[in-house]
């Protein structure tokens, strides 16, 4: 095919300024050696003074209380709590997958690279977005422990059951429609608010994922104890098998 | 001086490094280029990108955690027996009996979960400098395989000790696993190579995570780091030709954009 074939786009206009420029050697070598010798001090302190854990053997018999996996995944261990696990589990991390990747292709524009937070809106977005999030996630994390449904159990996937609503509703499609609602909703008001342009609101959007990971692994981490209860850090006894 | 020209004016310092000690700009040009670690870099770099606060030479921690991953991991394979009656015992000894052996453990630990750390924090610097932009698209895509091949080197990892911790933190995840729409099952049998967790599940999930994982993620991570070179190095500002700053207005003007080599 020859050049004159490919589909023609208008070029965007923009200004590059890539600025002064300096050797590699010294200028990026040195500061490559010395964030390697800090982080192996690091590493090399940690290992002396803070042992990888090893409690008793696998034993198939003896479920410990709770039982936990490793940091990175007890956010979504943490959404296994309020619905159903193949969303939880698999439809929940295959989404925000396919989108993280997806960014790139949905805000295309050029302009903006290189520059921490993009324009003067950006960090109060960032922080609007996030304090949103944060928000909506421990609220509803809350409501969902505690809330009376009826019997003595507590939840809003059992009080809709108790209601006589099929399970589906209160384990599938209400925490779904609510994964949908919390971002388009910060995306609205974000567009409104700020008159925000597309990678703005890819900056709420992108903050939306990172707090709700962070807020939902330091639940998941910190505040969930025997039974996945919700309590205070302090309260957590260590599972059995220490 | 003496000291440097003893290490640095003698033949067989030479004979490795030809250019000798780089302290003349050709002679800077010349190391990078002449050395096979070094020339993954290119000659020169916009100084704004190679400031601390741009990029918190996070992809570069990210990397270099798993050159600590692999040298420590080694170690522990000396030691380290994939059978259901052995694991947990031989790595009770490498803790107790094997010279370093806990040092080294704790190390691989520690690291590991530092390279998903710094893997999630290089990619939030990513996003939050627009460096995903194009013509970078195709490489934050690369990147997020990265990620999902980091978390899976971390959790492969995590069933190895054979401990209580590690059974049922399988567990879950193999539930999680299992619960997927249509295939939940075949997953689940394919996660644990059976029915329940054992001797199968502990050699496959062994070898990929002692050899499969990481070569997968060493010829991931060269295509990363070729394409950071072919999409014209770490990113730098981009503004709307509208919209630019009046201070770099003023200084690009008349001033034809600094193009030079990118060897
Ligand atoms: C094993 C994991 C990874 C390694 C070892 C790695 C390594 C690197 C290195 C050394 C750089 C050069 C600049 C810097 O240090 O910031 C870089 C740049 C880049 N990385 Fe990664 N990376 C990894 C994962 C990721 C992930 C998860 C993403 C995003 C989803 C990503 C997207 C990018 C992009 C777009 C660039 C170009 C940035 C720019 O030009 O400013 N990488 N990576």
Do not use: G
């Given at each position: 095919m020859s050049q004159e074939q490919l589909p023609v786009t208008e070029p965007e206009q923009v200004i590059e300024d890539p600025g002064e420029k300096v050797h590699v050697w010294p200028h990026l070598v040195s500061i490559e050696l010395v964030g390697a010798l800090i982080f192996t001090l690091l590493l090399i302190l940690m290992a002396i003074f803070v042992k990888a854990p090893l409690v008793d053997l696998a034993n198939p018999e003896v479920t410990p209380n709770p039982s936990k996996a490793p940091w990175y995944f007890l956010g979504l261990q943490e959404l296994l709590l309020h619905m159903h696990p193949a969303l939880a589990g698999v439809i929940v991390p295959t989404a925000v997958l396919v989108l993280l990747a997806a960014i790139p292709y949905i805000d295309t524009k050029r302009a903006g690279t290189g520059v921490w937070f993009y324009s003067p809106k950006g960090i109060p977005i960032t922080i609007f977005s996030a304090i949103y999030t944060t928000v909506w996630n421990v609220s509803l994390i809350l409501i969902d422990e505690y809330l009376p449904a009826g019997d003595g159990s507590t939840g809003i996937a059992p009080l809709l059951i108790s209601w006589g609503l099929p399970p589906a509703v209160g384990y599938v499609f209400v925490p779904a429609a609510l994964m949908i609602f919390i971002p388009w909703s910060l995306a609205v008001i974000v567009k409104r608010r700020w008159d925000a342009d597309t990678r703005e609101l890819m900056i709420a959007l992108y903050t939306f994922f990172l707090a709700s990971f962070i807020v939902l692994t330091i639940i998941g981490t910190g505040f969930r104890g025997h039974g996945m209860k919700l309590m205070w850090p302090w309260q957590i006894e260590p599972p059995i098998g220490h | 001086m003496r000291l440097r020209d003893l290490i640095v004016n003698n033949r067989f310092f030479k004979s490795i490094y030809r250019t000798g000690y780089p302290d003349t700009a050709r002679k800077r040009v010349m190391v990078v280029i002449n050395s096979l670690a070094l020339h993954l870099h290119p000659v020169r770099v916009p100084k704004r990108a190679v400031r601390v606060t741009y990029t918190w030479g996070l992809g570069g921690l990210s990397i270099f955690m798993f050159v600590i991953l692999t040298i420590t991991g080694v170690f522990l394979m000396f030691y380290y027996v994939p059978s259901v009656r052995e694991a947990y015992w031989s790595v009770v000894s490498l803790d107790?009996?094997?010279?370093m052996g806990q040092f080294m453990r704790n190390m691989h630990r520690w690291a590991a979960h530092m390279m998903v750390l710094m893997v999630l924090l290089h990619m939030t610097r990513v996003f939050y400098t627009g460096s995903y932009k194009p013509p970078r698209d195709f490489n934050w895509v690369i990147g997020i395989v990265l990620l999902v091949l980091t978390m899976l080197l971390s959790f492969t990892g995590y069933?190895?000790?054979?401990?209580q911790l590690a059974y049922w933190a399988i567990t879950v995840g193999a539930e999680m696993g299992g619960s997927a729409p249509f295939v939940g099952k075949q997953v689940n049998i394919a996660l644990l190579g059976g029915f329940e967790i054992g001797q199968a599940t502990l050699i496959r999930w062994y070898t990929l995570h002692v050899i499969f994982l990481p070569l997968l993620l060493i010829v991931v991570v060269s295509m990363h780091f070729w394409r950071v070179r072919k999409d014209g190095n770490i990113s730098t500002p981009i503004y709307p030709a509208e919209a630019a700053p009046e201070e770099v207005r003023r200084r690009l003007q008349g001033s034809a954009p600094a193009n030079d080599e990118m060897a």
């Open positions: - | 107790t009996s094997v010279m069933l190895l000790p054979w401990d």
